[in-house]
């Protein structure tokens, strides 16, 4: 039984330190990154009594997922498993002050922060936010220009980093500046995929925390496609709250009718969908040279209480990193469509269908 246990949050000072008990151990479902964070744990055990030197270890990652698939969680985890403390820093944390020079001077304090207390992982959320200077333009060009330019002052190894881990999240790979991830700065990316059925059954376990331990939660793991790892848990708080308000225990009827079935999708959408999916693949491919990982489909449509969901979607890799025009390709690319487009046509056809039928 995956168990997270309780986690605290204090602030202080330019970032935010959090002291959480959960390890890399307990979060199902993260791929390449749980393994890279066991890697990097085992060469900072390694680096702390000098077996190693800095220069062999891993010094930072980029994590590109959709939102809510746990990154900030990961950051928590990677910390406990590295025996480090974590502090969290981000654009809109940094600028809360909204002036230039206040922005700079807490984007240095948390570096400097993270610096106090090697090794240190230093978890910089949404960093796609301080965007390109390839691509600004106008008024605040400068403005920008200076915040990113200090962002890369302190992610240079030779600028005193020693110790520090750098891990940023990302969601939007084209608004990142290309100098984030030359070689030396954050050159390591990492895709957080959506749960697939297997995880998202454990990450109800997780959620449930104890709960239906003797029930088989395969059947509403594979309806919940399309949902994220905040969307399971959100799902089980609200299904908690409403037993209770109901005075009994939840039970496993309360999480399926969250969730309305719609149907299968017709063979001509599903084929017009396949078409669709194999383009977006295609045309990136020839354009951009990457790698095709995924094409997925899918079969049927189920309502989900709190994610959009899509019919299909097509997950790239690709061999550089992100090209300095503004129209590059980044590394790795997830591209969703069909989405309530996609629902909004597959019901009509649905509703047409009905009509034809009633008229016969």
């Given amino acids: ?21 959960p390890t890399l151990d307990d979060l199902p479902g993260l791929g390449e990154a749980t393994a890279w964070g066991k890697d990097l744990a085992a060469d900072l055990a ?8 800095w220069a062999d270890v891993d010094r930072g990652v980029l994590l ?41 001077e807490s984007m240095r304090k948390c570096f400097a922060k993270a610096r106090k207390q090697t090794p240190c992982i230093l978890f910089i959320d949404e960093i796609d936010g301080f965007g390109s200077r390839t691509t600004v333009r106008g008024d605040n060009a400068g403005y920008q220009t200076q915040v990113i330019n200090c962002l ?9 980093r020693e110790g520090v881990i750098v891990v940023g999240a990302y969601n939007h790979p084209e608004m990142l500046d290309p100098a984030i991830v030359r070689a030396g700065r954050l050159d390591r990316i990492i895709w957080i995929p959506m749960p697939d059925t297997r ?13 239906l331990i003797d029930e088989d939660l395969g059947p509403i793991a594979r309806l ?10 959100k799902l089980i708080r609200d299904d908690r709250r409403k037993a209770k308000r109901e005075h009994h225990a939840l039970r496993l009827v309360d999480l399926s009718s969250s969730l309305t079935r719609i149907e299968r999708l017709a063979d001509d959408v599903l084929m017009r969908t396949a078409v669709h999916e194999a383009g977006h693949a295609l045309v990136r491919h020839i354009l951009c040279g990457d790698e095709i990982l995924l094409i997925e ?4 449509i189920v309502d989900l209480p709190s994610s959009g969901g899509h019919l299909g979607r097509v997950v790239m890799g690709g061999a550089s990193v992100p090209a300095t025009g503004q129209g590059g390709c980044p590394q790795r690319h997830r591209i969703d469509s069909g989405g309530d487009r996609g629902r909004k046509a597959h019901l009509r056809h649905h509703h047409d269908r009905q009509r034809r039928r009633a008229r016969e």
């Avoid at 039984?1 to 008990?21: K, N, P, V, W, Y």
């Avoid at 995880?199 to 449930?208: A, G, M």
């Avoid at 489909?297 to 049927?300: A, D, L, S, Y």
């Fill in 1 to 21: 039984m995956l168990e997270i246990a309780h986690r605290t949050l204090t602030r202080s000072g330019g970032g935010t330190t959090i002291d959480a008990q």
């Fill in 46 to 53: 390694d680096w702390k009594p000098g077996r190693i030197s």
């Fill in 64 to 104: 590109i997922e959709d939102p809510g698939t746990g990154k900030t969680t990961f950051a928590r985890a990677l910390a406990n498993s590295c025996c480090a403390p974590l502090v969290v820093g981000s654009l809109d944390a940094w600028q809360a002050a909204r002036h230039l020079g206040d922005l700079l």
């Fill in 152 to 160: 890369l002052e302190y992610l240079d190894s030779d600028e005193g």
């Fill in 199 to 211: 995880t998202r059954e454990q990450i109800l376990k997780v959620h449930l925390c104890g709960d």
């Fill in 224 to 233: 919940m496609d399309g949902m994220s790892s905040a969307d399971l848990e």
């Fill in 297 to 300: 489909v899918r079969h049927e």
